[in-house]
């Protein structure tokens, strides 16, 4: 046959199946690595990240796994202090987000009628304001205090998760096991803790996942506009010191200094990733993935 | 092959989609506003407190004067009043005055703005372009290596922030091989001969910043395609378009195609918002110089005037192209007005 195969193997597979389950192992170890390392930082970490260790923009040796930067901080300490504050946030914004969007969308889509109107057009108002640039104005006047960014971060983020929920809760409305739990005279708040929670764990974790994601990539956005906790390490705030030291073409000192916490950010949002793509594919096959899901 | 195409005339139902519109972006230009108003204000402190405080340098010793100044910025006025007074202004384009620059916020984001337009129109413009025919190739190619290759680079691409993109751009071509400029909109004091090398200039300089941004926004856009066209290969009127023989290229874009613009063009909607805060982080990485190297410095010098005014000028952009798009949905397809 020519280039498009028949309606039989359409059906027989959703493509990008394996490609998916191929990627998923290594994403386990690398997350537990990165907590265990967010964990044990304060112990294993050399120096304090914020003061004076050494001769400034020494390359990497045994007293300084990573070099020094141009004030002489200790590098491999700020990577290592840097993964704690991106835990802190993934957790507090994160589980923040999920629980927002989770709270919001199963309510509209259990309740419906005016409750449904009222939250889904709060959450069409929230989707399309830009968020960076909201995120940008309120961290300015909030002051840089991570808590505050984990709050300001689930505060703005929690929309798209809202509505995704919203319409699965929607098609599990009709479904007879809760239409007897109903007619038993179970109210909301029951049916949505027993039954309907339980029933979108795959989709609340995956979820949940991407929220941590995206809640890192924005902490680690915000330090590095320059934003951030000032005492706290935090992976965009060296990338933007690294940035701003005017000499950094001239020597080799990006490679100890820029690139780590590059690499870092990306090793661990792309295990988010994968994670979260796995969860969905594992425990659910049933829920289809939503696709373009928010970014930033 | 004009008849084919029986074009379906706008059903009144049009009206009512265009009040849901209003209905949600007038509320939503408010809301901005009112963020923006409000922002100041909720925090603790006023703006004239080292005027007030006996222990500041700025401290004015009159009380008259204290209060004289006071009701300059109409601050001794009801919060009611001070935001119609504000809407006033906003009416007449005023945006606030530069802490850091003392000059006009509007003149400073008249400045940075069309730079950042540039950007995000150029990269919005590629990925969209890039990632319809991607998608598209990959759907019709599913499950094979190619596909599976493509869907796995581009998730993890779209999983990686836009500036650690912009950082590794930065790395390979301006420290690992030094071709492409890497700082700013234009050589720095540059003469042209003639307007096209000053275009070159220009679009040489927004090579890596437009790479970045646009690398950045194929993922999402590309992933969206690819599904929904592969869902629509299975369905009876493409077996039926298939089976009286149209030519393939007719099968791809008028039936499967046309079919994965709705669901495409939403996202470009969304996906502006996106653009333009990737834009902020691109330009701060490559020291473009629009909203996203105007915000940098107003964070550097807490120039708060200049951080409400970018997010309030963002923010009509994204509404604005949003309520565009959103416009046009009905014309592309039927449906929309009869829901």
New interface residues.
């Given amino acids: 046959m020519s280039a498009v195969p028949g309606a039989v193997a359409v059906i027989r597979r959703r493509s990008g199946d394996r490609a998916a389950r191929a990627m998923g192992a290594p994403q386990i170890v690398l997350g537990a690595g990165f907590v265990v390392l967010a964990l044990l930082a304060g112990a294993l970490a050399p120096y304090d990240p914020g003061a004076a260790a050494g001769e400034p923009l020494e390359a990497p040796s045994l007293a300084h796994l990573l070099g020094t930067n141009s004030v002489g901080q200790d590098l491999i300490s700020q990577l290592l202090l840097g993964t704690r504050t991106s835990l802190f946030v993934a957790a507090f914004a994160g589980v923040g987000t999920i629980l927002l969007g989770a709270t919001v969308g199963l309510l509209a889509g259990w309740r419906g009628g005016l409750v449904d109107r009222v939250l889904m057009r709060v959450v069409d108002v929230v989707l399309v304001i830009p968020k960076l640039p909201l995120l940008i104005a309120v961290a300015a006047y909030a002051g840089a205090r991570l808590w505050a960014i984990a709050l300001i971060i689930a505060v703005t983020m929690w929309a798209p998760s809202a509505r995704v929920l919203r319409s699965q809760v929607l098609s599990l409305r009709s479904r007879a096991h809760l239409r007897a739990a109903v007619g038993f005279g179970a109210g909301t708040s029951h049916v949505l803790r027993r039954h309907v929670v339980p029933e979108l764990a795959p989709l609340l974790a995956s979820g949940l996942v991407a929220a941590c994601g995206h809640a890192i990539a924005i902490e680690a956005g915000l330090a590095f506009l320059g934003l951030g906790d000032p005492s706290r390490a935090s992976w965009g705030a060296t990338m933007r010191d690294a940035l701003d030291f005017p000499g950094l073409a001239y020597t080799t000192a990006w490679t100890w200094w820029l690139l780590p916490p590059v690499a870092a950010i990306c090793l661990v949002l792309l295990g988010l990733t994968f994670l979260g793509i796995r969860i969905e594919r594992w425990t659910s096959p049933r829920l289809a993935r939503h696709p373009g899901g928010a970014s930033s | 092959m004009r008849h084919r195409w029986v074009r379906v005339r706008r059903r009144p139902g049009g009206r009512r989609a265009g009040g849901r519109l209003l209905?949600?972006?007038v509320?939503?230009v408010l809301?901005?506003i009112t963020?923006?108003f409000l922002?100041?204000r909720?925090?603790p402190g006023d703006p004239l407190a080292a005027l007030q405080d006996p222990a500041s340098g700025a401290f004015v010793d009159d009380a008259q004067t204290r209060a004289n100044l006071r009701a300059y910025y109409g601050l001794d006025r009801s919060l009611a009043a001070q935001y119609v007074n504000y809407l006033g202004s906003l009416a007449k384009g005023d945006l606030g005055w530069s802490i850091a620059r003392q000059e006009p916020v509007t003149a400073l984001i008249g400045k940075h703005l069309p730079w950042t337009l540039l950007l995000v129109g150029v990269s919005l413009t590629l990925a969209s372009g890039l990632s319809f025919v991607a998608g598209m190739a990959a759907a019709?190619?599913?499950?094979r290596r190619g596909?599976?290759t493509i869907?796995?680079a581009l998730?993890?691409l779209?999983?990686?922030?836009?500036?650690?993109l912009a950082?590794?751009l930065?790395?390979l071509f301006?420290?690992v091989m030094p071709v492409l400029p890497l700082y700013g909109a234009r050589t720095t004091f540059g003469e042209y001969g003639s307007w096209l090398a000053e275009v070159g200039d220009v679009a040489a300089h927004l090579v890596l910043p437009a790479a970045a941004l646009t690398i950045s926004l194929i993922g999402?856009?590309f992933?969206?395609v690819r599904?929904?066209v592969?869902s629509t290969?299975?369905q009876d009127y493409m077996?039926l378009a298939?089976a009286k023989g149209l030519p393939?290229r007719m099968?791809k874009y008028r039936h499967a195609g046309r079919n994965a613009l709705l669901?495409f063009l939403t996202?470009v909607g969304?996906q502006t918002?996106?653009a333009?805060?990737?834009a902020?982080?691109v330009e701060?990485?490559f020291a473009y110089p629009g909203m996203g190297s105007l915000?940098?410095s107003a964070?550097?010098t807490?120039d708060?005037p200049v951080?409400?005014a970018?997010?309030l000028v963002?923010?009509a952009v994204?509404?604005t192209v949003?309520f565009a798009l959103e416009s046009i949905y009905a014309r592309v397809d039927p449906r929309v007005g009869r829901a």
Avoid: Q
């Avoid at chain 2, 019709?140 to 499950?143: C, E, F």
């Avoid at chain 2, 779209?158 to 650690?164: I, L, M, R, S, T």
């Fill in positions: 209905a949600t972006y509320p939503t809301l901005v963020i923006v922002l100041p909720a925090m019709w190619r599913r499950g596909d599976r869907v796995t998730t993890a779209n999983a990686v922030p836009e500036y650690a950082v590794t930065l790395i301006g420290l999402a856009k992933l969206l599904n929904t592969v290969l299975g077996v298939r393939e099968l669901p996202l969304i918002g996106f333009v805060s990737g902020v982080f701060s990485v915000i940098l964070v550097e807490r708060y951080l409400e970018s997010f963002l923010a994204v509404l949003n």
